[in-house]
């Protein structure tokens, strides 16, 4: 199984901008896809945004689209989010995911805080 680092977060004001890594290491060669998921206080864990292991094919949430970008280099088993414009509602805690099996993403990692200000 892979284990997932996610490292980025921090705090912006409303406007800003953010880039967010996650690697993967371990037993990578399996995944089939790297996602990024949001949890805000008292909310579900969303998914943001996803990308397969080709790169060729993303997926974002109606409420980042335009304005996060996903995206990954192989070579460094490395996932970036780049977020643009952000709003006080984008803060939350941000989890890297990685999809082995079809069904379900099933590792994640520790994730990493984003706060956005006013």
């Known amino acids: 199984q892979a284990q997932l680092v996610e490292s980025g977060g921090g705090l912006v004001q409303a406007g800003g901008s953010l880039r967010l890594s996650c690697v993967a290491s371990?037993?990578?060669?399996?995944?089939?896809?790297m996602g990024w998921f949001r949890q805000a206080p008292g909310k579900e864990r969303d998914l943001v945004a996803a990308?397969?292991?080709?790169?060729?094919?993303?997926y974002y949430a109606d409420s980042v689209k335009g304005r996060f970008t996903i995206s990954r280099d192989n070579a460094k088993n490395t996932v970036y989010l780049q977020m643009n414009s952000l709003k006080p509602e984008d803060t939350a805690v941000y989890y890297c995911?990685?999809?082995?099996?079809?069904?379900?993403?099933?590792?994640w990692g520790q994730g990493t805080q984003v706060t956005v200000s006013p």
């Open positions: 995911a990685a999809r082995s099996d079809p069904s379900k993403w099933d590792t």
């Open positions: 371990g037993r990578t060669f399996g995944t089939i896809a």
């Open positions: 990308i397969i292991r080709s790169g060729t094919s993303t």
